[in-house]
């Protein structure tokens, strides 16, 4: 069977979409979509994607009109969390060390969720 490769976008609606954009490149390092076909996209690093249908009653999203959550691997979430804190974006870091590895929640400025994931292994894969 053929399996496709990746997720190769995410695309929501939002108010104000270029205010938008620059937030997760400013904050998250997410390069803005560029308006050429030379330019290259951003890239992610290869890994662990999880794609996940929930159930339609669940909270873990947050308000329940609420139909996506966005979750981003990262490699040291403390360091992030505490970027994103000096640039007063509040961040909420989950203590509990999960099998496979920690969690953080933040909003977007549209009130988007977005979760944080350093996967259990992360640690030994960063540099010294």
Not at 8 to 13: H, N, S
Request: aromatic share 10%; proline share 7%; glycine share 8%.
């Amino acid at each position: 069977m053929e399996k496709v490769l990746g997720i190769g976008g995410l695309f929501f609606r939002a108010d104000n979409p270029t205010e938008l954009a620059s937030w997760y490149a400013q904050h998250l390092g997410i390069d803005v979509v560029p308006k050429d076909y030379d330019t290259p996209c951003w890239q992610q690093a290869g890994g662990s994607t999880v794609f996940a249908p929930f159930d339609a009653n669940t909270d873990y999203f947050g308000r329940k009109e609420q139909q996506w959550m966005i979750n981003f691997r990262v490699r040291d979430l403390d360091a992030m969390a505490a970027q994103l804190r000096a640039a007063g974006i509040a961040v909420d870091v989950d203590e509990t060390v999960q099998p496979n590895g920690r969690f953080a929640r933040l909003n977007d400025p549209a009130g988007n969720p977005i979760e944080l994931w350093e996967p259990a292994d992360e640690k030994d894969r960063r540099e010294p």
